[in-house]
């Protein structure tokens, strides 16, 4: 009703009984400011009361109807108060009309309730929101406020803040009320002001008196709370006066610190410990009405998260004695922290379990890995592994280490540390093929410690750098495709597909040796891997791990290769084949090949197999064919299985012992037991301990993480060449900006 108010005022009263509703026709405007539209105020009757201006009429209709009133009933400009939802007038003028407009908004008041003035509250409504109003928490409008309510939307302007509508009975304080300590009464406090939306501030406070008031000027509120003599307790003496002022103006809260915030969503975070720093805001901000910094909540998570799992401090300080209850718990296993001898700093921690070493000597391929990843933890560092290959192909993990920082020295120090490891447990140290990206602390550890070890690049990180020289994808897919190709022939015959492209892209190959990552060429045996890229393959797991402190990480990292050894060892005992899935699977392809091929035997070992391909020799005593795929793979290639077959021979007994299911099984048959709680350490190692030296503590490392919000993101390998989203600037057509960042001149 364009134009046209209801105006509440202060002498005509209006009481709204039991499941009374207030129904606002579609285009009705309800206007409640001081002045203006519709006035409300706190009676002392506590009732509203209601003045018809213009030439609206008003009336108390009989039924629910639309316009079953006294009169005519206008559906644009008439306000309805209608029986059925039982509607009771105690002043109404029998000359005023009532219809009933049912619409979507509407506003129920519960029995004796009332609907009045506050000072800090308001209100929006939306076109579909009913608002119900109960005895525990009134309606209150700002003093001074304007409501409209439109066809779509209720606005209230200005809106400052959406507060709480009631505080908590528990936050009101009384005289007398009675607290523990000083402590407590300040919390009792701050808890009070963010729940009644006003700040406070300080005016004495030590072990025997408490003395705070409001921080808005002139407001006369003031509360002093002492600790009589002989009583333990502290006690409010006195509160003086009600507050004048209306409450804060401003989304935040003055004591609403990160203390409050861990205190706010501490249960939370125990139930969940990830619950998101953005949604901690959106808690506090529904329940308590204030809005908070990204970096308050993140810190009051932070201090939650210490004392549920430990500080990242006390991760350090009791790292010596973790390492003992690794090797009380897992006997023949391997932990040992070193720290800088001047100050007692971290520096390398070196963890490798009895059971992965067993696994590893016994039963898996003489193949490694070696990879890192850089920490999100408060002190940083980098974390390295050693990981091997299980006969079905899955990653292995044998050793971990943790160091301050990467650099030379402290792989050396790694490989040296696997180098004893893989000797004390071996009387013959296996010749070992191992792959990384042969960056220089890696290749001269593995020169000083494994001189007799095949050591190629792993062709994730030779196929990135390459990428990202050339950004194309048919070239870095013909850089694998030579990379695997099992003779000299067909590894030329890629380059130069690789050339006719692009020459400065086999030039770029050409300057690699082949023989450090070329299959035709690599003389060690790799059982067709080609990569070790390690953090990618358990970037699940690792990624969240990384961020906590150094304890927690290590022992993520052992609950991880815990339930991982027991699901392979349950899973292994319900296979039936010979060999693993992958290696039935690839013998299984050798055999259809094979049925198509000629062979001529030549003597009881040597064999000539003639397939569309070409002629293959065979030679099933040294176990190789000319193809070279018996050699590199381990299994028998399709000639090798047509070889066999000629001559009766069961294939599986050509295969290397690594593949078969009972070497598998012996690969997960040792356990990975569980560390205790650390509260129990000290009382497990009384026994042990014997009056000994007193525990060793090492000191955090000096390397801190930069301020900011660290990246749980990993960026994976096959993004990092994608190219960027060139941006380009409307305002002075340069590219690199947006317009709303242009610093060009007008």
């Known amino acids: 009703m364009a134009n046209h108010d209801l105006i509440l005022g202060q002498n005509h009263g209006l009481a709204l009984g039991k499941n009374q509703e207030l129904g606002l026709g579609r285009s009705h405007v309800l206007g409640l400011a001081q002045n203006i539209g519709m006035g409300l105020r706190q009676t002392h009757d506590h009732k509203m009361g209601i003045v018809h201006a213009h030439d609206h009429r008003l009336a108390l209709g009989q039924t629910h109807g639309h316009g079953h009133g006294h009169g005519r009933h206008d559906h644009e400009n008439e306000l309805a108060l209608g029986q059925n939802h039982g509607t009771d007038s105690e002043d109404h003028d029998d000359d005023h009309e009532l219809g009933l407009d049912e619409q979507t908004h509407e506003l129920g008041m519960a029995d004796n309730h009332e609907l009045s003035v506050g000072e800090s509250d308001e209100l929006a409504v939306d076109q579909n929101l009913e608002l119900t109003v109960d005895q525990s928490q009134p309606l209150a409008v700002q003093h001074g406020q304007e409501i409209s309510i439109a066809q779509s939307h209720m606005v209230v302007t200005p809106v400052i803040q959406s507060r709480a509508i009631v505080a908590h009975p528990s936050h009101e304080l009384t005289v007398g009320q009675e607290f523990q300590d000083v402590k407590s009464c300040r919390r009792a406090l701050r808890d009070a002001a963010i729940a009644h939306h006003f700040e406070i501030r300080t005016v004495k406070s030590d072990k025997t008196r408490f003395t705070a008031k409001c921080a808005s000027e002139g407001c006369p509120w003031r509360i002093h709370a002492a600790k009589l003599p002989g009583v333990p307790t502290f006690t409010i003496r006195t509160i003086h006066e009600s507050h004048s002022c209306q409450g804060i103006d401003h989304l935040g809260h003055q004591q609403a610190s990160v203390d409050w915030v861990a205190n706010s969503v501490e249960e939370r975070l125990r139930e969940n410990p990830h619950f998101k720093p953005k949604e901690i805001l959106e808690e506090i901000h529904r329940v308590h009405g204030i809005t908070l910094s990204y970096k308050q909540a993140w810190r009051g998570k932070e201090r939650i998260m210490a004392s549920v799992r430990g500080s990242f401090e006390e991760g350090y ?231 906590l402190p150094i304890i927690q990480m290590m022992e993520c990292i052992r609950r991880q290769l815990m339930t991982w050894f027991n699901e392979r060892r349950e899973t292994s005992m319900q296979w039936t084949t010979i060999l693993v899935p992958a290696a039935e699977r690839r013998v299984s392809e050798a055999l259809e090949r094979a049925r198509t091929f000629q062979v001529l035997r030549s003597n009881e070992a040597e064999f000539e197999v003639i397939s569309h391909e070409g002629t293959s020799i065979v030679d099933i005593r040294n176990r190789c064919c000319l193809c070279r795929g018996w050699q590199l793979y381990g299994l028998p290639c399709a000639h090798a299985v047509a070889a066999l077959l000629s001559c009766r021979q069961n294939v599986h007994r050509f295969t290397e012992s690594c593949f078969t299911v009972a070497t598998y099984r012996k690969t997960y048959s040792q356990t990975i037991h569980p560390v205790p709680d650390k509260s129990l350490w000290k009382e497990l190692s009384e026994g042990t301990q014997n009056g000994g030296p007193p525990d060793r503590i090492i000191n955090p490392p000096k390397s801190l993480r930069p301020p900011g919000r660290p990246r749980k993101k990993r960026v994976r390998a096959e993004d990092r060449g994608r190219i960027k989203r060139v941006v380009h600037c409307s305002r002075c057509n340069q590219t690199g900006h947006f317009r709303t960042t242009c610093a060009a001149p007008i």
């Open 317 to 547: 300080r009791i790292l010596p004695q973790y390492c003992d209850q690794i090797l009380r718990t897992n006997p023949g296993s391997i932990a040992s922290v070193y720290g800088n001898p001047v100050d007692n700093c971290f520096q390398r921690l070196f963890v490798s379990f009895h059971a992965s070493i067993y696994g590893f000597v016994n039963a898996c391929r003489p193949l490694l890995g070696l990879d890192r990843t850089l920490l999100k933890s408060k002190y940083l560092g980098t974390l390295l592994f050693a990981t091997g290959f299980d006969g079905d192909g899955a990653l292995f993990p044998l050793a971990f280490g943790v160091v301050d920082e990467e650099n030379d020295d402290n792989w050396m120090w790694f490989l040296s540390e696997l180098h004893n490891l893989l000797e004390v447990n071996t009387e013959n140290m296996p010749r070992l093929t191992i792959l990384s990206d042969r960056q220089k602390g890696i290749v001269e550890g593995v020169e000083a410690n494994f001189p007799t070890a095949f050591h190629g690049f792993c062709m994730r990180h030779l196929s990135d750098s390459f990428r990202k020289e050339f950004n194309d994808t048919m070239l870095v897919n013909l850089l694998w495709e030579a990379a695997q190709a099992l003779t000299v022939i067909d590894f030329e015959a890629k380059v130069l597909e690789i050339e006719e492209i692009s020459p400065d892209a086999a030039y770029w190959i050409r300057r690699i040796p082949p023989r450090l990552w070329a299959t035709a060429y690599f003389d060690g045996t790799r059982f067709g891997h080609l990569t070790a890229n390690i953090v990618e393959s358990l970037n699940t797991w690792i990624l969240e791990a990384s961020g």
